[in-house]
């Protein structure tokens, strides 16, 4: 193996990593515990975390007299719980949070004692009765152990709309990627076999409005619904309306790939069906189509990926009753307004690409001949 070969797949193996890495760490996060989540990263998912924690002791009304001690006991962990107490301290108790072990009986200056065991068991005892009306407060680190559960999946699944969300995600995806693939099919067929006036000047106006900003025209796009839709009825909140904003969208790159992958066809098999007598659109449909198979499956996953994962253009072109909200919109409302559940992120994260890892892995075969044979030779 050369140096340069070598190198290469160094390199490639330094990228795969850098790309897997984010990835691999979103998924173990998607199972871990959402207090865990918040206080440590992925990376210590496997090793204890440790929390400052606060607790209090009970009231008078729960002391026992225990060998003429005044005793009030409890434990600061629910019943169940992994957790343990690596030190404590600060509160009532003298001294900061980290000064006293687990078992250590600390004497305070009125007299009465303190201890909190490992397990989380205090007893506050006192040789004179307790007159309490409310529990002092203490402070601790606990040492809580690796949890994981799929307590943030269900919390996506079970939440209330996600299903019908799912199925307004289908109902917008599949009519927004097979129009501008059968509109763009026959454009293409057109730039590269058909001779017009304007062919190449119209192809060129159509390749540049792939640098026009898609947040640039919303608002544009968003008028001009709204002022015909009275006449056609496929105004902004409907479903033929972000299926049109999405053809919109998605024609020029559809345009520019499968003119060139149809246009790098033999010129021989084109002019060969033209002089059997076959017509343009014959040609089109028994021929052209069946040989682009590639070149339509490419656009057609990154159509579907692009459709599936949008947020912006839905909120703009849908409404949020039940029967429009599409799945990335009910994520972003279970995240919460201000970001509070955020941790619904990890797992939302991987149901949402469940279903464009499957469209992908069904048409990768196509992906790559697709896209060097569209991007090598024009016609």
Do not use: C
Not at 174 to 184: M, N, R, W, Y
Not at 236 to 248: E, F, N, Q
């Amino acid at each position: 193996m050369s140096i340069g070969a070598f190198l290469a797949r160094v390199l490639l193996l330094i990228i795969v990593v850098i790309w897997t890495v984010p990835t691999f760490g979103l998924l173990i996060s998607s199972f871990r515990d959402k207090d865990q989540l918040a206080i440590s990263g992925w990376w210590n998912a496997l090793q204890n975390v440790q929390e400052n924690q606060a607790g209090r002791t009970g009231v008078a009304t729960a002391q026992q007299e225990l060998d003429g001690q005044f005793v009030i006991s409890g434990n600061v962990f629910s019943e169940g719980s992994t957790q343990s107490v690596a030190s404590f301290g600060g509160g009532f108790v003298p001294g900061e949070i980290t000064d006293y072990e687990p078992g250590t009986v600390v004497e305070l200056e009125d007299g009465t004692t303190f201890r909190l065991d490992a397990d989380g068991t205090y007893e506050y005892a006192s040789t004179e009765p307790f007159e309490l009306d409310r529990g002092l407060r203490f402070f601790y680190v606990a040492n809580i152990p690796p949890y994981f559960s799929l307590d943030n999946y269900e919390e996506v699944l079970t939440s209330e709309g996600f299903a019908q969300s799912f199925i307004n995600t289908f109902t917008v995806t599949i009519p927004a990627t097979i129009i501008p693939i059968v509109v763009a099919a026959f454009a293409a067929y057109a730039f590269a076999w058909m001779e017009f006036p304007g062919r190449r000047f119209l192809f060129v106006i159509v390749v540049g409005l792939l640098v026009v900003p898609l947040q640039m025209s919303l608002i544009p796009l968003l008028r001009f619904y709204n002022t015909v839709g009275a006449t056609f009825d496929f105004a902004a909140k409907s479903y033929p309306g972000i299926w049109l904003a999405h053809t919109g969208f998605g024609l020029p790159l559809a345009v520019y790939l499968l003119r060139n992958y149809i246009g790098g066809l033999p010129r021989e098999l084109i002019e060969s069906a033209k002089i059997d007598g076959a017509s343009h659109f014959q040609i089109f449909t028994r021929l052209v189509l069946p040989l682009s198979v590639p070149a339509l499956a490419s656009f057609g996953i990154f159509q579907f990926l692009w459709v599936w994962n949008d947020l912006l253009v839905a909120l703009v072109f849908l409404g949020k009753q039940a029967d429009q909200i599409v799945m990335t919109s009910k994520l972003r409302e279970l995240l919460g307004s201000r970001g509070d559940n955020w941790e619904v992120l990890t797992s939302s994260a991987f149901v949402s690409i469940l279903v464009p890892l499957i469209v992908f892995y069904s048409l990768q075969r196509y992906f790559v001949r697709g896209l060097l044979a569209g991007s090598v030779k024009g016609g």
